[in-house]
């Protein structure tokens, strides 16, 4: 099980450890549950998009772990961000983003954010009747955002290429929007699309970008138009349990990156500079959370395992059906015999983290460990039922660093009025 964790991961006398950290040190010394992040992963995946379509220009989908620490270390790779709130924005400036290396998001963009988009030089993906606003805003270089009507291989709720998304314009819509954008003077460097997330392979991608070449050889024959820059989005999936198929994010890059060429080729079109925004797969398997045990009753038919967490640190098995394993960390050499669910501790019966995992039999106060839930969880995170948030840090060479430190019960009190 350990290919799905991090790749430093390691069993040292039953014991895991990360980053060259003990398991139970980091939850010793950080407390439960905490995500942990290890810094040769995220510099690994970074360096593997880098090398695997050195010609394009990466941007890490923020969204997925907007940590300024991790923006930064992304930076220090050569990724820039991609952002869609003036909060992502911000953590974004924070880590010394600007410019060319920013690209800001967004279905519903306030002008605050537009302003705020603006002034730190980023390139807006306009989504909608937007330019103008853009253009007072103060923005100067656009990319429209085209959706072509693929269904993407994913769970519906994040899906977004298809017709009828909320997402991006239809080709003759986006054509008004570079065409009206062209009138008021702002660079319209390119084009951008997003097919959906969580993607196994690359045929989403490959179906879009051949309508895209299409689309592109419209705009030059109907506004004397070509985008120099083609943004094919995020998208590439990991994998969380051992039943899902792999993903190597440099060879999916890579087949994107060969599509648009032959697509612009084959349409006698001059070749696009690429722009990709890989957000889970860039620090989803970087990332695990650990639990400790708490409680575990054997009922008639099932073992439930409920640990001091749940869907306030991690919604995905109850927004999108996602499956996770577990690893007992504290006992990770002895035979995992019993079948047990992993329950979180919130008021709700579908708060339950994996349905069916193996460990040893468990008790409380074992500590357990969720892999590949380095993307949308503490992005995703919540205080439901007054839960302060988890800290995470970041694991190198025996030493860990707190990139967010965890809430607190004051943190809670501090927003509440009477
Ligand atoms: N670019 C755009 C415009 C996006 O909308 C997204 C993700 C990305 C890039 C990065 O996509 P990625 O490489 O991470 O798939 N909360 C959901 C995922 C929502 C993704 C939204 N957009 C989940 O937990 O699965």
Not at 235 to 250: K, S, T, Y
Request: charged share 25%.
């Amino acid at each position: 099980m350990l290919e799905l964790f991090p790749d430093t991961a390691r069993i040292d006398v039953g014991e895991l450890s990360l980053g060259g950290m003990r398991a139970s040190g980091l939850a010793g010394q950080f407390g439960t549950p905490l995500y942990v992040y290890c810094e040769a992963t995220l510099r690994g995946r970074a360096r593997e998009i880098r090398a695997a379509v050195p010609d394009a220009l990466v941007f890490y989908g923020s969204k997925a772990f907007p940590n300024v620490a991790v923006l930064r270390l992304m930076a220090d790779e050569g990724i820039g961000a991609d952002v869609s709130t003036l909060g992502e924005l911000a953590l974004a400036r924070a880590a010394g983003i600007e410019g060319e290396q920013l690209v800001v998001h967004g279905n519903a963009k306030a002008d605050e954010e537009l302003r705020a988009a603006a002034e730190s030089g980023a390139t807006v993906v306009l989504d909608g009747d937007e330019a103008e606003r853009a253009a007072t805003a103060g923005v100067r270089r656009v990319l429209v955002r085209v959706t072509l009507g693929v269904e993407a291989d994913t769970h519906e709720a994040i899906r977004t290429g298809h017709h009828g998304s909320k997402f991006g314009l239809p080709p003759d819509h986006a054509l008004r929007t570079v065409e009206a954008a062209l009138a008021l003077d702002l660079e319209v460097a390119g084009l951008h699309i997003h097919v959906g997330s969580q993607l196994a392979d690359t045929s989403g991608h490959l179906e879009t970008i051949d309508l895209l070449a299409r689309f592109a050889v419209r705009c030059r024959a109907e506004l004397g138009w070509t985008p120099e820059l083609v943004n094919v989005g995020g998208g590439f999936g990991i994998r969380h349990v051992l039943e899902e198929r792999e993903a190597p994010l440099g060879e999916l890059a890579a087949e994107v990156a060969e599509a648009v060429a032959r697509s612009w080729g084959e349409h006698g079109l001059a070749a696009p500079r690429l722009m990709l925004e890989p957000g889970r797969a860039l620090v989803g398997q970087a990332g695990v959370t650990l639990y400790r045990v708490l409680n575990v009753k054997r009922l008639d038919g099932v073992t439930w395992v409920a640990v001091d967490g749940g869907i306030s640190d991690n919604p995905r098995p109850e927004l999108y059906g996602a499956r996770y394993t577990a690893l007992s960390a504290s006992r990770a050499d002895q035979p995992a015999t019993e079948t047990v669910s992993i329950a979180g501790l919130h008021c709700e019966s579908g708060d339950v983290l994996i349905d069916d995992v193996s460990l040893p039999p468990p008790r409380p106060g074992d500590l357990l460990a969720v892999p590949a839930t380095g993307a949308y969880t503490l992005a995703m995170s919540s205080n439901y039922n007054a839960t302060p948030r988890p800290a995470a840090v970041l694991v190198a060479g025996g030493e860990a660093r707190v990139v967010r430190r965890r809430e607190t019960l004051d943190d809670l009190l501090a927003l509440e009025v009477w």
